[in-house]
């Protein structure tokens, strides 16, 4: 393919939905580009705003936590993977609302506890709370809302 080709093909790419450097680089590799022309074409990316890191990860991170509820830890460390910068991601990470996050978090315990067998209160709420940190929210936060179960507001 050739780097006009590639290009257009990016272009289009990119307009569809917000994509990161990665993603094209991976789009544009499966398609036989040259790695030389893939340097050249996502620097046109990003000097037209096609591709723009910032945007792209704050997308990512509402996304999300919105949808998918996931904690910060599992949202960092997939920015990471996409080799987001780290200053990028921090400041895609800072712009979480947190009445959201705190809202999708209470989701994610309610749903795992209702769920969760245990011969013990401890025993449910230890299960839970391995679960939802496992989807990358902060212990504390997780041992906050599980203590709010002794008023039974939360898990019911």
């Known amino acids: 393919?050739?780097?006009?080709?590639?290009?257009?093909?990016?272009?289009?790419?990119?307009?569809?939905?917000?994509?990161?450097?990665l993603e094209v680089r991976a789009m544009l590799g499966r398609?036989?580009?040259?790695?030389?022309?893939?340097?050249?074409?996502?620097?046109?990316?990003?000097?037209e705003g096609y591709i723009d890191e910032l945007r792209y990860a704050r997308a990512f991170v509402h996304d999300k936590v919105r949808f998918a509820k996931w904690g910060r830890s599992k949202i960092a460390q997939a920015l990471w993977q996409k080799r987001i910068p780290?200053?990028?991601?921090?400041?895609?990470?800072?712009?979480?609302?947190?009445?959201?996050?705190?809202?999708?978090?209470k989701d994610v315990v309610?749903?795992?506890y209702r769920t969760v067998k245990g011969t013990t209160e401890y025993e449910r709420k230890m299960k839970t709370m391995k679960?939802?940190?496992?989807?990358?929210?902060?212990?504390?936060?997780?041992?906050?809302?599980?203590?709010?179960?002794?008023?039974?507001?939360?898990?019911?």
């Open 31 to 47: 398609h036989n580009v040259e790695s030389e022309d893939i340097d050249r074409i996502l620097k046109h990316l990003v000097k």
């Open 86 to 105: 780290q200053g990028v991601a921090d400041e895609a990470l800072s712009s979480i609302d947190e009445d959201e996050y705190m809202a999708a978090l």
């Open 1 to 21: 393919m050739t780097e006009s080709e590639g290009k257009t093909l990016a272009e289009r790419y990119c307009s569809g939905a917000e994509h990161c450097c």
């Open 131 to 156: 679960t939802v940190c496992g989807r990358g929210y902060e212990p504390s936060l997780v041992r906050k809302v599980l203590d709010l179960t002794d008023s039974y507001d939360i898990l019911s």
């Open 110 to 112: 309610q749903s795992r």
